[in-house]
């Protein structure tokens, strides 16, 4: 079966100071991989997906970037972190074939606090 | 450009009673429309999706969905709720033909009185 990491669980970091969420799929291969941000009451905003190693689509403009350095592996950076960057991260997967392109799962989340 | 309507932001239920929660959506075709619920401080889980064929879809911990095309919607429903159903529940779109991106309601929160 598949399975989605994320870490790490919870991240406190200052304004200014870079940022790296790591996430990694098992039991699958060349899946999409998406990155969304979770800020309350405002239900999951898109930031990335990835459809391939080294193919990445930006959505929102933003401080942040995404890299798929690996099949199953996507990373989400910041240079320097802002205020507005606090928020609940998610990771998720989707296959690649027929319907299973649209059904995507997630990761567990990191909840980032920038200070 | 497609959007999701979650009418209700917060509903609270007592335990045993029936639940359905709404989601209306705005697309030209009939989109492929999903249910996810979310606990506290995790990620969400997939508890049923629709495609296309028979519009009453079954999911996961007894949940049901019914699509309705006249009314662009697909209200998620459950016939007794427990109390570990409290939880957020998300409504998501995708509008097919190769775009594989989800557009998700804001979200209701579910309240379940003992």
């Known amino acids: 079966s598949q399975t989605i990491h994320q870490w790490p669980a919870t991240l406190v970091q200052p304004v200014g100071s870079p940022l790296s969420l790591e996430c990694t799929v098992e039991?699958?291969?060349?899946?999409?991989l998406y990155w969304y941000r979770q800020a309350a009451g405002r239900g999951l905003q898109l930031l990335f997906y990835s459809v391939g190693i080294g193919q990445i689509s930006s959505e929102v403009p933003q401080n942040l970037s995404a890299s798929r350095p690996q099949d199953r592996q996507f990373i989400l950076s910041s240079k320097k972190l802002l205020l507005s960057d606090s928020g609940f991260y998610l990771c998720?997967?989707?296959?690649?074939?027929?319907?299973?392109?649209?059904?995507?799962?997630f990761g567990p989340g990191t909840r980032l606090t920038v200070t | 450009a497609q959007s999701v309507t979650q009418p209700d932001i917060h509903i609270t239920v007592s335990e045993g009673a029936s639940l359905e929660l709404r989601c209306n959506y705005s697309?030209?075709?009939?989109?492929?429309l999903f249910w996810y619920v979310q606990s506290p401080g995790q990620g969400l889980q997939l508890l049923l999706k629709?495609?296309?064929?028979?519009?009453l879809v079954q999911g996961i911990k007894g949940f049901e969905a019914e699509f309705k095309r006249s009314q662009s919607s697909f209200n998620l429903r459950k016939p007794s709720v427990h109390w570990s159903d409290a939880a957020e529940y998300f409504c998501a779109v995708a509008p097919g033909a190769g775009s594989y991106q989800l557009t998700f309601g804001k979200g209701t929160k579910l309240s379940v009185i003992p």
């Open positions: 629709y495609f296309s064929g028979d519009t």
């Open positions: 039991g699958t291969s060349n899946p999409n």
């Open positions: 998720a997967w989707s296959g690649t074939s027929g319907r299973r392109s649209y059904e995507q799962y």
């Open positions: 697309y030209g075709a009939t989109p492929y």
